[in-house]
């Protein structure tokens, strides 16, 4: 189904994301039919640039991040045709009834949609001049991009002020996790399938693993990246957020709150990480030289952008627990890190093991049936289950193998659409479900804010590991000193 017609204004249209991703998702939108005939786009930014000049350079950078042979003149011709550009000093509270014009003089029934692109130090000033200059009425939607602060307090305060403006319902927060193809997917395989939905909890599992592993290291933001850590950065928003969608109850149904409903009761349930259980529960690191996918990279300290020593983590292992009856005694094992082998995000869900054992015992380690799920690369997921193994000779010799459905082969699809393609097609459609709601936020924000402290107080600094490792071995220790492994290490 195609979107509503919106007017979509785009604050830090020629920066970064808005190159990377939001253009192209744009652009693949109109391609596919579903962006309305009746939708525009306004490019606001601080560049002086005539609005040709601007076209241009978005047609370049599409051409950039989908490839030439991605993209088709004709088409990328009828997209920026729906571009306008506005010069506009964001600070400075002028232009912004420029902005106002451009949405009356529409049709007249386009919802206004506004995607703050820029760093969130200018959220609170772009609102304020936005309500100034008469910009926002009762349906004005607006989308902002994480970090929605940097602890509890100053999330709050962000959105304190965006609640001054804006409805809640009008709030799309991104996590642009929430957006992936296969993130989504972990709800339709929880709850549109009885046989895992039966088998949910603590008397069926026995721990589950996730992982999002990098293999590029700061990416010329280290400033950004020094202030806030793997922790910050990764874990209190996408972490949180797989862990939300794996551990969470069954919500009544698909819509935004009852799912959100869910999560939060989750995010509420996670047991706190005192000082006692740092040691054990908590392992951050901090990448030196190595190797990424077999070049020579500089450690962390090195980078040409560091500005100096630093305890700020590139890893983070954590043992997390969730205070509840579906939960009880399941660890969840999380992981994340920049310069580590491969970029991978999968989720292991490990099986207990039948409750009594007839096989030869020397197999016994293979008892436990597994799900992985395979969020990037490489989507789809294998079920690991037990089977005889072939053949006269073998006797009642136990094989371990995958009932496999990778969804590129199974479905044939020939492209995943990128996380923001589903994340700007859902705001123009209105639906939240994909976004994050502030109370969610700010319970992530309260666990992330005792780790921190608690860490603080037992001066536990960052472990070095070699670029191209999977991390400080104290994170091998301590899944280890549960009797467990990492999934690749098994
Ligand atoms: C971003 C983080 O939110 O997610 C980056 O700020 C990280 O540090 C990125 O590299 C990872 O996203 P993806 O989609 O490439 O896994």
Redesign the pocket.
Known sequence: MGSPACDLALFGAMGDLASRKLFPALYHLYRAGLLSEESRILALARRDLSEAEARYQIGQSLEEHLGASAVEASEVEGFLARVSYLRLDFADGMGYQQLGDWHHQGPGTNTLVLYYATPPALYDQITGHLRDAGCCDERTRVVVE??IGQDLSSSRELNDQLAGVFREENIYRI???LG?ETVQNLIALRFANNLFASQWDQNHISHVEIT?A?S?G??G?WS??NS?G?LR??VQ??LLQLLCLLAMDPPSDLSPDSIRDEKVKVLKALSPLTPERISTHLVRGQYTAGTAEGVPVPGYLEEEDAEGPSHTETFIALKVEIENWRWAGVPFYIRTG?RLPE?R?EVIVHFKPAPHYIFDPDQKHLANNKLIIRL?PDEGMALQILTKDQGLSRGMRLRQGPLELTFAEAFETDRIPD?YERLLLEVMKGNQYLFVRRDEVEYAWRWVDQLLANCEECGAHPKRYAAGTWGPVASIAMITRDGRSWYEDA
């Open positions: 994480k970090p996590d642009h996790y992936k999002v990098e590029v700061v990416d933001r950004y990246f806030a793997q950065d990764m928003s996408h920049k970029k995000s990037q996380a």
